[in-house]
């Protein structure tokens, strides 16, 4: 069982909100995940990330590999702190 931090999509039609999730590879997108460990809000002026760090450190220092997108994310919000 490969763990991935990626996004599960949550919210209205055009009114995107992201959920970031350590989930099993195979689990769907929007499915079972094993730990909540972030939010992601694209609209309403700024982006919003919430991201619990202590928690995504651990799931990568256990193995989890982060999807393109997240990681992206994590390094832009490291660039503006």
Known sequence: M???????RFGGK?????RIVAANSEARRDGRFLEQVGTYAPLGGAEQLKL?????????????QPS???????????AKA
Do not use: C, F, M
Not at 14 to 18: I, R, S
Not at 52 to 64: F, K, M, P, T
Not at 69 to 77: C, E, K, N
């Open 2 to 8: 490969a763990v991935r931090i990626r996004l599960a």
């Open 14 to 18: 055009k009114a995107p909100y992201y």
């Open 52 to 64: 619990l760090r202590d928690r995504y450190d651990h799931w990568i220092s256990v193995g989890a």
């Open 68 to 78: 393109d997108t997240v990681a992206a994310l994590v390094r832009r919000a490291d």
